[in-house]
């Protein structure tokens, strides 16, 4: 990922689960703040994260969201629509990857 100038110190990541390729087409999970990342020049870097419960305890976090969750049903007509739109979401995909180029 990267930004326009200014570089962006802080990132809000949403978490969805589907298998549409737009956010927009799937079901949000949640989000998290990343912040005071570092400025770098457009593909110089990785950006490696770790996070933990408290600075001292080092216990992994796990993202869960017990609300909001897709049923078996909605699942699996969320496949049903991704096969059925595959096209048009490659469309879209070689659209976005087109002006991340330019």
């Not at 962006?8 to 999970?29: H, K, S, W």
């Not at 998290?32 to 994260?49: D, W």
């Not at 969320?78 to 087109?98: I, P, Q």
């Amino acid at each position: 990922m990267s930004s326009p100038p200014p570089p962006m110190i802080n990132l809000t990541i949403q978490v969805y689960e589907g298998e549409r390729g737009r956010a927009q087409d799937n079901n949000p999970l949640g989000k998290f703040e990343l912040s005071g990342i570092s400025p770098a020049p457009r593909g110089t870097g990785i950006l490696a994260v770790s996070a933990a419960k408290n600075k001292t305890s080092g216990e992994k976090i796990t993202i869960t969201s017990d609300k909001g969750r897709l049923s078996e049903e909605e699942m699996e007509r969320m496949v049903e629509k991704a096969e059925k739109y595959k096209l048009e979401d490659e469309r879209n995909k070689k659209k976005v990857e087109a002006k991340e180029r330019a």
